[in-house]
């Protein structure tokens, strides 16, 4: 029966991934749970790609400028080390980790913590970025968010990238990029 672990006083664990355009709220929302898990007094830990600096370098910061406390690190195997007896870990901008990501978060569902993630699903060509399609194939739970086309208002889901250089991976703001819809990021490739 699937009450009788919880009888005998185990944890269970779960995976939630936040995903979505840039511009979306994907952070916002990742803050939003994690205010949420602090109010509820359970133990956190947050995590950040250590190179992205755009904000804050210890600091998870929303586009809106809200902000929580996290610990930047180089790899998702450092999640294993640091996340030690907490109810919740929270990880943001999870496409820019390595193919360790999911199953570090699987190893944090398995330990009973509640893992919460967001990252963009797609890059700024619409390809799927990094490992966000294998943690959106083993997330218990999907929030897709979505932001609004700045050239017709329509919903995006889109991170359009305004200028022609850099890889897939090409850190920036709205000098960079602006959220659009399929329709008007098609007609300006």
Same mark, same amino acid.
């Given at each position: ?15 939630? $991934?936040?995903? @979505? =355009?840039?511009?979306? @709220? ?23 790609? =250590? ?6 370098? #210890?600091?998870? $910061? =929303? ?6 406390? =996290? ?14 007896? &907490?109810? &919740? $870990? /929270? ?7 390595? %193919? #360790?990501?999911?199953?570090? *978060? ?10 919460? &993630?967001? @990252?963009?699903?797609? %890059?700024?060509? @619409?390809?799927?970025? /990094? #490992?966000?399609? +294998? ?13 609004? *086309?700045?050239?017709?208002? +329509? ?12 890889? #897939?991976?090409?850190? /920036? ?9 399929? $329709? ?6």
């Amino acid at each position: 029966m699937f009450i009788e672990p919880i009888l005998r006083g185990e944890r269970r664990g779960w995976i939630e $991934v936040i995903c @979505g =355009s840039m511009f979306s @709220g994907k952070t916002e929302e990742l803050i939003r749970r994690l205010k949420r898990v602090e109010i509820a007094h359970l133990k956190a830990e947050i995590f950040k790609p =250590s190179f992205d600096t755009r904000y804050d370098e #210890q600091k998870i $910061v =929303s586009h809106d400028e809200n902000k929580i406390q =996290s610990t930047p690190i180089d790899n998702s195997q450092t999640i294993l080390l640091l996340a030690q007896d &907490v109810d &919740v $870990v /929270g990880i943001d901008e999870a496409q820019f980790f390595d %193919d #360790q990501i999911a199953p570090v *978060c699987e190893a944090l569902a398995l330990k009973g913590m509640r893992v919460i &993630v967001a @990252g963009l699903d797609m %890059d700024y060509q @619409g390809k799927p970025f /990094g #490992q966000m399609p +294998n943690l959106l194939a083993i997330a218990d739970y999907i929030t897709k968010l979505h932001a609004i *086309c700045v050239v017709c208002g +329509n919903i995006a889901n889109v991170s359009y990238r305004k200028i022609n250089t850099g890889g #897939q991976v090409l850190l /920036g703001e709205k000098d960079i990029y602006e959220p659009r819809c399929r $329709v008007c990021a098609a007609l300006n490739k």
